[in-house]
């Protein structure tokens, strides 16, 4: 029985947090102006509650679809990421479930609730790889 390990000699280089945090910019002015729309064609149940609307639940299934289908995809990125030459991988290169995907975007919160409390203390923060990245096994490279 003989085992054959290949490795590539392709070097992914992580990205930096100032295109991610653009590439994020911009897929949310996006999500915004299709909630937006979806808001100004469809009649709402409750006009009063500004947030509390059922609505709301489907705005997110919305962005929790395109964020993880777009990174589950081919071109493992939203158009966003796509703009700004990133793309999403799992930790060894391989193109991300949708699954990580998704534990990606529902961690996204707490990654950024930590970031902040991070940079009111002065500790210091590496932001290449998150902790949403870290929990989905994923990382942001360049292209």
């Not at 490795?7 to 994020?24: H, M």
């Amino acid at each position: 029985m003989q085992a054959t390990y290949t490795q590539t000699n392709t070097k992914s280089e992580l990205a930096n947090p100032g295109p991610r945090l653009i590439a994020f910019s911009l897929d949310v002015l996006l999500l915004i102006t299709l909630v937006g729309l979806a808001d100004y064609f469809t009649f709402s149940t409750d006009e009063k509650a500004l947030l509390l609307k059922p609505e709301r639940l489907l705005h997110l299934l919305l962005s929790w679809l395109y964020f993880a289908g777009a990174e589950t995809c081919s071109c493992q990125g939203t158009i966003g990421k796509f703009l700004l030459n990133l793309r999403v991988t799992a930790t060894s290169g391989q193109r991300l479930s949708f699954k990580a995907a998704s534990i990606r975007f529902f961690a996204k919160p707490a990654t950024a609730f930590i970031t902040m409390v991070r940079f009111l203390v002065g500790a210091p923060n590496d932001t290449r790889r998150t902790l949403h990245d870290r929990l989905a096994n994923a990382q942001v490279v360049r292209r």
